[in-house]
């Protein structure tokens, strides 16, 4: 066993864990059931819902849970009810479409006028501008229950349609963690003055919040979740984690040594083939140390930003394209480990659904829940959190095993780089479009921030 492997799995080992029950630990999978779990402990809450995602969407489902949440505070007014969400994101529209006056904010006013109850919906303002870095942090805190998923709050992400956005759902019934989470929300952020309620008559510009705002900012880079744990090896049990930006952060440092210390096999989600520097370098690194990859991305017409064909097109749309033809790189580069099957790619594609998966599974011990895209972004601009799942004995193999077989159940193994589309097959407006961000090197930027 090499140094660089002994080294991650000590640092792993020495993580402050929490321990967990098997029969505390749930996984769905499926949107539609995660839109049910949301609602039915939403019902069942009795003294605290805090959720936290990077938006609640003015639309058919955002409202279903906007409006389960008011009814649970008039069942329960001493309810304690929060909901954080990105600060930025809540006072524009949706990319792409025109300008409104109508926005998710004004939409919250609106609705805690007219029930007047008094829940708190609070933005988080991360950076000075949306597109230098957003809150994304993640977890629906039920009393002392976890739901935890990547995905926010909208038609698409809880299927209210026809069309879902596939993330993962796990459900932990936990009090420490719940209240670790908590607790963190509360000290970290809900204290500071650069936070604004998003539902009250005014709402406080981001000028107003400017000076607080530094101190948040320098505080996140510093963070994480305080609580009595232990350094467990041979226990069922939990770390969450959390970061923002590239030095001291706990997150990042995690998925690292995740990586450096598998020995075996390593499972990767993540929807945006754009990995950092550090991850690649990484993903090198295993590979040539013998160890078995899966990588699940989503195919280019499964990501957010892919506009159909028959659609007009818009500059944002181009990213999907991007990312493909990252990933042609590196099958080019990996050819023949996909040939000898130690490397697998894995496209999801269902119909017109998206995929919004992230996370690790690492030599079947270790099983990483996140928000983190495994990407620039996330690793230098966001703030991110996850939770870090040890299953030294196997107890939650069932439910591992049947998430990835409903994962890998819409996905197609690439088995050479022919698979994969090239410039040469981009609509001609496409094509026009990456040669020109080449050309002055913007495709770089572009990559690093979004």
Known sequence: MSNRIKQGLSYLNNLKKIPLDVQSVECLFAAKAFKHELLSQIEKAQKRIYLVALYLEADTAGAEILLALYEAKRRIPTLDVVVCIDYHRAQRGLIGEKESKSTNASWYQEVEKIHDLGIKIVGIPVKRKEIFGVQHLKGFIFDDKVLYSGASFNDIYLHQNDRYRYDRYWLLKNKTLADTMVDFLQKEILSSDATALLNAPRITPFNELKKAHKKLVRNLRQSYFHYEGEMLTDTLSVAPLCGLGVRHNALNQSIRKLLQSTQKELVLFTP???????????????????????????????????????????????????????????????????????????????????????????????????????????????????????????????????????????????????????????????????????????????????
């Open 272 to 450: 945006y083939f754009n990995f950092p520097g550090a991850i690649a370098r990484d993903i090198t690194d295993l590979l040539q140390r013998g160890v078995k990859l899966t990588i699940v991305v989503g195919d280019k017409t499964a990501n957010d930003f892919y506009i159909p064909l028959d659609k007009p097109f818009r500059t944002i749309g181009g990213l999907p394209y991007l990312y493909e033809c990252n990933l042609k790189r590196f099958v080019t580069q990996h050819q023949a480990r996909i040939k000898t099957q130690q490397l697998s790619i894995n496209l999801w594609r269902h119909e017109n659904n998206s995929f919004h998966l992230k996370g690790l599974y690492c030599d079947q011990r270790f099983i990483l829940l996140t928000g983190h895209n495994l990407n620039p972004r996330a690793w230098r601009l966001d703030v991110e959190n996850g939770l870090l799942i040890d299953d030294p004995k196997q107890q939650l193999k069932t439910l591992m095993d049947k998430e990835f077989a409903q994962i890998m159940a819409n996905t197609r193994r690439i088995q050479d780089v022919d698979d994969i589309e090239g410039l040469q097959d981009y609509p001609e407006h496409v094509r026009k479009l990456l040669v020109r961000l080449r050309r002055v090197k913007a495709d770089k930027l572009v990559k690093g921030i979004i």
